[in-house]
């Protein structure tokens, strides 16, 4: 069985950070890619951020600059720098992992950015 959790949601003030993790455990295997997306109420999940094994990134163009993706391997995590931060960010955030044995999803944590 394969575990995702995250941490790091919560509440900011427009303009703040915040730094979300999502570490994978059980039966992984390798882990080829590992990503975040974000689901905003009424709305479409859609790709935040995305990492290869060979550390190649990809971002939505409305977190580029802002938001960086990083993984490490040897905790089978990966993380989420969101700087500047946005009310239009606000949204649950979901870590996805691809590996040798399928694909996984967290729990998801919640993204409030508001004064």
């Known amino acids: 069985q394969v575990q995702l959790v995250e941490s790091g949601g919560g509440l900011v003030q427009p303009g703040g950070s915040l730094r979300l993790s999502c570490a994978a455990s059980?039966?992984?295997?390798?882990?080829?890619?590992m990503g975040w997306y974000r689901q905003a109420p009424g709305k479409q999940r859609e790709l935040v951020a995305a990492i290869t094994s060979g550390v190649s990134t990809n971002y939505a163009d409305s977190v580029k600059g802002r938001f960086t993706i990083s993984r490490d391997n040897a905790k089978n995590t990966v993380y989420l720098q969101m700087n500047s931060l946005k009310p239009e960010d606000t949204a649950a955030y979901y870590c996805?992992?691809?590996?040798?044995?399928?694909?996984?999803w967290g729990q998801g944590t919640q993204v409030t950015v508001s004064s």
């Open positions: 996805k992992i691809v590996g040798t044995y399928g694909e996984y």
């Open positions: 059980g039966r992984i295997g390798s882990i080829y890619v």
